[in-house]
């Protein structure tokens, strides 16, 4: 009988089926993954374990004990506690409140501070070196880099001492020594006997950590994996279903009509020290570094929502001065951003609205006023090009997956009919297909003439799509790889300055 | 040591126990012009009459603080305020005897109202501007149905100690003192802190396993039970009940005047009414300024007209002044 | 952490108390009322939106001017501003501060600012409350008779109707206590004269819900002969009846203010057989209040007749008809539209309360 079960779980959102009948079973002190391409139901099942969302129908068995879970409160209460990929943190609260939030010891109505510091100074230090040896109890979770609020997020999850804990996507954003911090903490919660369910994009995490993988796709249990005994291909394949290329390169050769599009000179900023380069109709310059080395400003600073404070920036070698976004859009520059949640989309808004929303003035009659035929038909267009799945056009955002929101606010931006795309790091938490569908995408619009400048924080994306990358090393531009210099190597030296240092 | 006083204090400022710096430096600047141009500014009269003049307002800012920082916003709170005040004056009849049972009442009648709004608002899910606003006219009709005309009389020994003073100290500031300490006990406690999560981030606050739903009936409740004093105060303050005690003259809209005061005290004390920042001490300050703001109006010679006009002017000025330091901040 | 920050609060607070209290004492400094002028005036007004309140002001400050001339007053501090009852008590309470001999107030509540009246009174200020009366008996109030104003609209209403016939009643804002005595006034007289009241509704003294009421009560009540309401609200009324053609047919008490007089005047010039009338609510009342105040600052006592319980009522001064019109038209003619028929004591008057 195993510690914990979970059959035929059914979940729909608006008119998207999340949840087709998933399982999953698992044991006490295992590392369990679950993995499962974007839209695959991964974070539903979780949140359906932890009761943040009530299934249609499922059955959910506890030391064989059937269980209902309404709400995070229960599943807290039978030791489930979890790690989402959405934050669950609130901002203005300190690290130790955030911490002890809900599980606050308490006499007579009143938080025993001083316990309550004991108790998540214990869990917190477990982790000190994700947060550089320091311990940052009195900080406001909004003050933290996204990494150690992740790392806050954990610590939370671990201080309510649970039988099982349940990781969502939690290592997106966190650099090394973070993950190696949370590695560690995680085997020593499996020697304790808890449950780890753990999902992540990264396959070679979970290949390293976890013992077993349960595959999801369409919202149903493929299957039941021991990590030791297969390979990542075997698992991705199960994943998508079919087989995909091994990498190669795909990178178009150079047009012989290839021309000058873009040209920054001397650019900076805030945090960008004299910055120079050109882009060419139809190519994808890569933009690698170590994270938070000036990349997202770059982008920003050319989309006219950074201040820049000198430097040139030419498109088609007429000066251009972005102020601000709404002058860049203009201009036909368009910004594609990585962390879809904040930056691009208005959750409750129909999918229709949010894709039109970008290009709207374009196809309104004068005065403004919006031809519903034309607003369904190009937002039909965007649907079809990027095979977005969905309900229906007037369905709110937040009915999609995460994959398909990310294409939501790529399709904006087609609508567009940008000369310039800039991306920051789109490709940041979604899945393999994906991401597959999202560079078939680029390198349809370079071959069509696009100029697309190109931030990842993987730099095996760079290795594929990209020609030229300018590499970034605390607001410098401290390399540019051409052609067969572009390798992860290469990348990953010159992102931590190896050529920097003589000798 | 200066750093640790900093820090400290910066902490405190969070936890919304230290009134912000906008709000202590408004606060400071008002007091001074007025104690300049105001002749008997520190006369014992002065003094008492002054923080007679403070304390229903901070007793409704602390009352509309509790619900903001929960997330909400109560635009029934004068109405209620009033109703409770007619209520219990109705009860009084001058009587001393009945002063504790009248005490109850308001109380009671505050908690009640309070505790029909959030019922409404967690359960109903109506947006709290919509069913509080709603709220209002409800607690306006009962009010009318109390007390149709202004009358009943308040003992003279609730009004005659609330102008008193203790060894110096007028009554009326060991009530504001006492407020504090009642609010200090809320922050303190686990419902206090649920009361900040929630109106940070209610998903978030959910996720955690704090009960949102409980917890925004009782930033109501609580709310209201506040409301319950002021309506003391109003009562202490004038000695009788009128039913449109909180309203401008000319309007219908009863308690209406102290709403828009409340959320005005609220704003200028640096809570911010997206809800879980901020706390009951900036209000109080907001509250007090307020106050003040009238009297330099006054002093000054200014037409009575522009003390709106002023008014409006100090809230978006503590609005602007706190979010300088946001601006400054880059982002994470 | 907190514990300490929440002391330091309560320290920092007791010593700005302490200190205040400490300063206290030396400038207590309410004027003795000796009978000895000059003395100084304050006026406390709360609410300003309307033109019958600023022309109150107005008549103040010239009542002021006169005895200023006199040598018997020297200053005057005027506190007008929309505030709530709370704010009016603070406007008393800066009032008593600044020092002031008398303060006449139109008062925003008939009870609740009778506390601060009494701190007023402790320190030998003497207060008038004007336009509404207070149920304080410290206060003396100088106003007309609400009450009467009603009845002699409704004496005219129902002469002009007779017995049986049917009216509505639009009022002002329910509870508020000239509205009260008003309709008191006039609901006797109703009620004697066997006029059947079918309603009575609230438009606030709002001239806009007024116009919307009256057409939704054409809508209800079909065979109306009268319209009973107050100044604010007469000149909605008579646009809901002209809207439905019934002007002259429903028949409604106006009010003495110029814009409504304009519309009158254009029907009889038209000859319409339009009527109505307007008992005159003086502004000027607050000026007979000064004087009544700088007679009793003097010492003078009020004559035993004068007062009914603590209250001086001073005249009517009149009431706008078909029949006097022209002459009361020729005061507003030329004037702002929402210039009121006024009229106040005369200084012989005055002292005929202290013979």
Redesign the interface.
């Known amino acids: 009988m195993p510690f914990l079960e979970m059959r035929d779980v059914h979940k729909r959102f608006g008119g998207v089926v999340a949840l087709d009948g998933a399982s999953l079973s698992a044991e006490p002190g295992e590392l369990h993954a679950l993995l499962g391409a974007n839209g695959s139901g991964k974070s539903t099942l979780n949140k359906t374990l932890t009761g943040v969302v009530a299934a249609d129908r499922a059955e959910v068995l506890l030391d064989g004990q059937p269980v209902t879970l309404r709400g995070p409160r229960e599943a807290q209460a039978r030791g489930i506690s979890a790690v989402y990929q959405e934050l669950s943190l609130v901002p203005d609260l300190s690290v130790e409140d955030n911490v002890a939030l809900g599980v606050e010891p308490a006499r007579f109505g009143f938080v025993d501070r001083r316990e309550q510091r004991r108790t998540v100074r214990g869990v917190v230090e477990r982790f000190g070196s994700a947060f550089e040896g320091r311990l940052p109890l009195d900080t406001p979770v909004a003050g933290l880099p996204p990494g150690e609020q992740q790392i806050v997020e954990i610590c939370k999850a671990v201080a309510r001492d649970p039988r099982i804990l349940v990781l969502d996507e939690a290592t997106a954003s966190l650099h090394e020594a973070q993950v190696r911090a949370l590695f560690e903490a995680l085997r020593d919660l499996k020697d304790r006997g808890v449950l780890v369910i753990f999902t992540s994009h990264r396959l070679e995490e979970v290949f390293e950590l976890c013992d077993r993988a349960t595959v999801l796709r369409s919202g149903a249990t493929v299957g039941t994996v021991e990590l030791a005994a297969a390979d990542q291909a075997e698992v991705v394949r199960m994943m998508l279903g079919r087989s995909i290329d091994r990498i190669e390169r795909d990178r178009t050769e150079a047009p012989e009509a290839r021309r000058v599009v873009l040209e920054v000179r001397g650019l900076i900023t805030d945090r960008l020290r004299d910055v120079s380069f050109t882009v060419e109709t139809g190519e994808v310059l890569g933009v690698a570094g170590l994270q938070g080395q000036g990349q997202d400003e770059l982008l920003e600073a050319l989309f006219g929502a950074a201040r820049i404070s000198s430097g040139e920036v030419r498109l088609d070698g007429k000066p251009i001065h972005p102020r601000s976004p709404r002058q860049a859009v203009r201009e036909r520059i368009a910004l594609i951003p990585g962390e879809r949640a904040r930056e691009g989309l208005f959750s409750r808004r129909p999918i229709l609205e949010n894709l039109t929303l970008a290009s709207v003035g374009r196809r309104a009659l004068p005065g403004g006023l919006l031809r519903g035929a034309r607003e369904r038909r190009a937002a039909g267009d965007a649907v079809r090009r990027l095979q977005i799945k969905l309900g229906r056009l007037l369905d709110p955002v937040l009915t999609l997956s995460g994959g398909n929101q990310q294409k939501v606010v790529v399709g904006r931006w087609l609508l567009t009919e940008p000369r310039v795309i800039l991306m920051d790091d789109p490709t940041k938490g979604i899945d393999v297909g994906a991401k597959e569908e999202l560079y078939s995408s680029m390198r349809r619009l370079a071959d069509e003439g696009v100029a697309i400048v190109f931030h990842s924080s993987e730099n095996l994306e760079l290795v594929r799509l990209c020609g030229r990358v300018l590499v970034l090393f605390e607001g410098r531009v401290v390399q540019v790889l051409e052609g067969d210099q572009v390798t992860e190597d290469r990348l990953l030296e010159a992102s931590v300055g190896v050529d920097q240092v003589p000798g | 040591m200066i750093d640790r006083a900093v820090r400290?204090?910066t902490?405190?400022m969070?936890?919304g126990?230290?009134p912000g710096l906008t709000v202590t430096t408004l606060l400071l600047i008002t007091v001074a012009v007025n104690a300049l141009l105001?002749?008997?500014?520190?006369?014992?009269?002065?003094?008492i009459?002054?923080f007679?003049?403070f304390v229903?307002?901070v007793a409704a800012s602390i009352a509309q603080t509790i619900v903001v920082l929960g997330g909400g916003i109560d635009l029934s709170l004068g109405a209620l305020i009033t109703l409770s005040s007619v209520m219990s004056v109705v009860l009084m009849e001058g009587d001393p005897g009945r002063l504790p049972l009248a005490v109850a009442v308001a109380i009671g009648v505050g908690a009640a109202g309070g505790l029909l709004n959030g019922l409404i608002v967690a359960f109903l899910r109506l947006q709290p501007i919509v069913a509080t606003f709603a709220m209002s006219f409800v607690f306006a009709g009962i009010t009318?149905k109390v007390?149709?005309?202004?009358?009943?009389q308040?003992p003279a020994v609730m009004?005659t100690t609330y102008?008193d003073?203790v060894i110096?100290?007028?009554v009326a500031?060991l009530v504001i003192?006492g407020l504090?300490g009642l609010w200090?006990?809320v922050k303190?406690?686990?419902?206090?802190?649920?009361l900040?999560?929630v109106g940070?981030?209610e998903?978030?606050?959910?996720?955690?396993?704090?009960?949102v739903n409980q917890v925004r009936v009782m930033s109501y409740v609580l709310g209201g039970t506040f409301g319950g004093v002021a309506a003391l105060a109003?009562l202490?303050?004038?000695?009788?009940?009128?039913?449109?005690?909180?309203?401008?003259?000319?309007?219908?809209l009863i308690g209406g005047?102290?709403t828009l005061a409340s959320i005005a005290a609220v704003v200028i004390g640096g809570t911010a009414l997206r809800g879980?920042?901020g706390g009951a001490?900036g209000s109080i300050g907001g509250a007090v300024i307020l106050?003040l703001v009238?009297?330099i109006?006054?002093?000054a010679g200014i037409?009575?007209?522009y003390?709106?006009l002023i008014n409006g002017a100090i809230v978006i000025a503590a609005l602007a002044l706190t979010a300088v330091p946001a601006f400054r901040r880059?982002p994470? | 952490m907190g514990i300490r920050q929440f002391r330091l609060i309560v320290a920092a607070l007791s010593a700005v108390v302490l200190l205040a209290a400490g300063c206290g004492d030396e400038g207590d400094g309410a004027a003795e009322q000796d009978g000895e002028g000059p003395f100084t005036i304050g006026l406390s007004n709360g609410f300003v939106g309307s033109e019958w309140r600023t022309q109150m002001v107005e008549d103040v400050q010239q009542v002021f001017d006169e005895y200023q001339q006199e040598g018997l007053v020297d200053e005057l501090i005027v506190e007008s501003a929309d505030v709530d009852v709370n704010g009016q008590i603070q406007q008393i309470r800066n009032l008593i501060s600044a020092g002031v001999d008398a303060i006449i107030v139109n008062p925003n509540s008939e009870t609740a600012l009778n506390a601060v009246f009494q701190e007023a009174v402790d320190q030998d200020i003497l207060v008038i409350a004007t336009d509404q009366a207070v149920s304080s008996e410290v206060v003396t109030n100088v106003v007309i008779d609400q009450e009467e104003w009603g009845r002699r609209n409704a004496e005219w209403l129902a002469a002009e109707l007779g017995e049986g016939g049917q009216i509505v009643a639009i009022n002002g804002i329910a509870g508020h206590p000239a509205n009260e005595a008003r309709w008191t006034g006039a609901s006797a007289v109703f009620e004697e004269a066997g006029i059947e009241v079918l309603t009575e509704g609230n438009a606030d003294w709002d001239q806009a819900t007024a116009q919307q009421t009256m057409s939704d009560l054409l809508a209800t009540y079909p065979d109306l002969d009268g319209v009973f309401t107050q100044d604010g609200m007469a000149l909605g009324v008579y646009q809901a009846l002209e809207a439905n053609d019934l002007l002259g047919q429903v028949i409604q008490t106006g009010e003495a203010r110029a814009e409504f007089m304009f519309n009158w005047q254009e029907q009889l010039e038209q000859d319409t057989g339009f009527r109505s009338i307007g008992v005159v609510n003086p502004p000027g009342v607050a000026g007979s209040a000064l004087r009544v105040a700088v007679h009793m600052l003097q010492g003078e006592e009020l004559g035993e007749d004068a007062l009914d319980g603590n209250t001086l009522f001073v005249p009517i001064p009149g009431e706008v008809t078909n029949d006097n019109f022209a002459e009361w038209f020729a005061e507003v003619e030329g004037q702002n539209p929402a210039y009121v028929v006024d009229g106040m004591l005369t200084e012989e008057e005055a002292a005929e309360y202290f013979a």
Request: net charge positive; hydrophobic share 35%; aromatic share 10%.
């Open positions: 400290s204090l902490v405190g969070r936890r126990l230290v105001a002749p008997n500014f520190f006369s014992s009269y002065s003094v009459s002054n007679s003049s229903p307002l009318l007390l149709p005309q202004p009358g009943g308040v009004t102008r003073s110096g100290i007028p500031a003192a504090y200090w006990v303190r406690s686990t419902l206090g802190r649920h900040y999560a940070g981030d998903r978030a606050a959910y996720a955690s396993g704090v009960r109003i202490a303050n004038t000695g009788s009940g009128d039913p449109y005690v909180g309203a401008a003259v000319g309007t219908a005047q102290t879980g920042v001490g106050a009238s009297n109006v006054f002093f037409s009575g007209g003390r709106q880059s994470a």
